[in-house]
């Protein structure tokens, strides 16, 4: 039902964006004079504005060809490291640029592709060798590739992490932050060599029961399988992933639309008004925004209803109950792995306390290897993107994972110097 009523909805609307689209370009056609008066100004800018208003499911470019890196511009090359049906751990190659700390980013799986985190990877490049794991829109993914739900995301992640090898530093974007955790953890207890030098969690749900927001208390609002019942669906046949189950990426792009209502009608107004007033830079840049925002996947529907259980219901990992492949996940394990949180103080998804809580869970860390940033000003999406998190956020983190390269190569240096006495 979900699916038919998303892509009749789309299909009705079509003939009044297209129609929209067309008279946008007609009026910009016109000779300058009349293009530049008020009233076919007005027109032009509610006709885009119409237009662009919908989802869709393209998965954007990365668009990161080169960045400067000390002083010059070098080269970025896109290409995938390690890729299963899920997923592809893409590298952003710098060909003739040194070695550089290697950071692999993690994003969520919550209805965007991983290229909205564009400007955190744009930032991460000028000092470091980028991996990023760009999950796959699960609409696509055949069923044969089997279930994927936490345990599945939790093997990707160490999947990764094995290949890259230990001096990776991971970096988990909001969501996966319990996950990757989860993964560390996983490592430590097995003393596996691919045990990460540093683990940097941004904005995650660690412990939700920490200064609870409205979305977490929406979360205990109804039964699982109420939400099963009301927010998931199968995959159309006309889709590579027919009859898979899944949370669609529409619904999830709803629900964080409504959230904050008047924000979003703001933005659409601001640019509406800057298309008028000709500040078309202006109004370029909200565009883009939009459009990388209303890219949507769908999430496989075992993924969204377990990590709502118990990530967001139960709360397995800070209640010491978690499991992977039914082992038990034990965080205090963790004793090579440096950690580093960090939120934002107008966090309204993720409230503040809720990523620090990690902390609390790495007791095997000493505090010299511990660090926590709390951003002021900063909300959800400004702890990984935009002026706070290149001017203020992004030099934390720079500077612990240089602390953290040292003393990696002191310690070699000792290992080194005692092998040869």
């Not at 000028?126 to 936490?150: E, I, K, T």
């Not at 006309?238 to 189950?245: L, P, S, V, Y």
Request: hydrophobic share 40%.
């Amino acid at each position: 039902m979900l699916y038919t009523a998303y892509e009749w909805q789309q299909r009705l609307t079509a003939p009044a964006r297209t129609t929209s689209a067309l008279t946008a370009r007609a009026i910009e056609a016109l000779p300058a004079p009349l293009a530049g008066l008020p009233g076919p100004r007005r027109l032009r800018a509610a006709c885009r504005v119409v237009a662009d208003a919908r989802p869709t499911h393209v998965r954007p470019e990365w668009g990161i060809d080169a960045v400067e890196v000390g002083g010059r511009s070098a080269e970025v090359v896109v290409e995938p490291a390690l890729s299963t049906p899920f997923a592809d751990v893409v590298h952003f190659a710098k060909p003739g640029v040194g070695e550089q700390p290697r950071v692999l980013v993690v994003g969520p799986i919550s209805g965007h592709f991983a290229t909205l985190l564009r400007p955190t990877v744009r930032t991460l490049l000028a000092d470091h060798d980028v991996y990023v794991v760009d999950w796959h829109n699960a609409r696509d993914v055949p069923v044969s590739a089997g279930r994927f739900g936490l345990d599945e995301y939790v093997d990707h992640v160490l999947q990764a992490l094995r290949h890259l090898g230990g001096d990776t530093h991971v970096m988990a974007v909001c969501q996966p932050a319990p996950l990757v955790l989860a993964a560390v953890a996983v490592l430590a207890a097995a003393d596996d060599p691919a045990q990460p030098s540093s683990v940097t969690l941004m904005a995650g749900p660690i412990d939700t029961r920490v200064n609870p927001n409205r979305v977490n208390l929406t979360a205990d609002r109804h039964s699982l399988s109420r939400y099963e019942r009301l927010l998931t669906t199968t995959v159309p046949a006309r889709h590579a992933g027919a009859g898979r189950r899944v949370y669609p990426g529409v619904t999830q792009l709803t629900a964080f639309m409504s959230m904050n209502p008047r924000r979003h009608l703001g933005a659409h107004l601001g640019m509406y008004r800057a298309m008028v007033a000709g500040d078309e830079a202006r109004a370029a840049a909200t565009r883009s925004f939009y459009e990388e925002y209303g890219a949507v996947m769908d999430v496989p529907a075992e993924f969204y209803l377990e990590t709502l259980q118990r990530i967001f219901m139960e709360h397995d990992l800070p209640r010491g109950v978690f499991t992977w492949r039914g082992q038990r996940v034990d965080p205090s394990l963790i004793t090579r792995t440096a950690l580093l949180t960090v939120e934002g103080a107008q966090d309204d998804l993720c409230s503040p306390g809720q990523t620090e809580a990690a902390h609390a869970l790495c007791t095997g860390l000493p505090a010299e290897r511990r660090r926590h940033h709390l951003q002021e000003g900063a909300g959800h999406y400004g702890v990984f993107a935009g002026k706070r998190w290149e001017q203020e956020i992004y030099p934390v983190f720079r500077a612990f994972v240089a602390e953290q390269e040292a003393a990696r190569t002191q310690e070699g240096a000792r290992t080194t110097a005692a092998a040869a006495l």
